[in-house]
C-alpha cells in the first residue's frame, strides 16, 4: 500500500529547503551531512529521508525550486508599454528585488550546482539562459545601435551585468528594496552610459 502524504508536507519541504540553503550557504555543501542537515531542520535523520533520498537530491531540488521562480518572476514581468530603456530598468530591478532574501538560495547556486550530475546541472542552467536571453533581448533593445552587429558584445554586456546583479549580496549586505532599486538605476547607468553617465 503506497504511504499517504501529510497534509503538512509541503510545508515540511519548504522548511527542509530553507534550512538546508543556509546550512550549505554557511558551512559548505561539502562538509554538510544528513545528520547536520536534520539537526538545521530540528527533525530527525529518518525523518528527513521521508522527504529526499540523499544530500544530492536535496540539493538539486533546492536549486530547483529557487532557479524556477527566480525564472517565473524576471521572464513573467508584463513589460508592454514601456519604452526599452524603462524594460531594461524593470528587468535589473525585479532581478535584485527576487534576490532579496534569498541570499543563502544564492549562494548555494553559485558555489555547489557544480557538485550535482551534469544532466541536472543543465537542467538548472535551462533556467539561466531563459533569463539570460531575456535580458539580452533587453539590453539589445535599450541599445540597438550598439549591439546590433555584434551580438558578441551583447552577450559579454550581457553577462557583465548579471555579474554586477549576481555579487551584490557580497558588500550589500541586509540591502533593502529602496536600496535594490537604487542599485538596479545604477546598473543600468552604468551599463547604458558608462561611467561619465554617473
Known sequence: MARTIAKDHDLKRAQILEASARLFAEEGYD????????????????????????????LFDLLDSYLMRLRDRVCGLELSGLA?????????TEVLLAYEGADHEH???????????EAEQEHLRAYQR????FLSAALRDAAPETFAADKGKLR??????????NWHYMWNAGADTHDRKGYADLVARLTLEGVAGL
Do not use: W
Request: aromatic letters at 6%; a positive charge.
Open 130 to 133: 531563459e533569463m539570460v536571453k
Open 31 to 58: 562538509r554538510a551531512s544528513m545528520s547536520s542537515i536534520a539537526r538545521a531542520c530540528g527533525i530527525s535523520k529518518a525523518n528527513i529521508y521521508h522527504y529526499y533520498d540523499g544530500k544530492d537530491a536535496l
Open 107 to 117: 549562494k548555494v547556486q553559485l558555489n555547489a550546482m557544480s557538485a550535482l550530475p
Open 84 to 92: 526599452p530603456v524603462a524594460r531594461l530598468r524593470a528587468i535589473l
Open 156 to 165: 559579454a554586456v550581457t553577462m557583465s551585468v548579471f555579474g554586477m546583479l
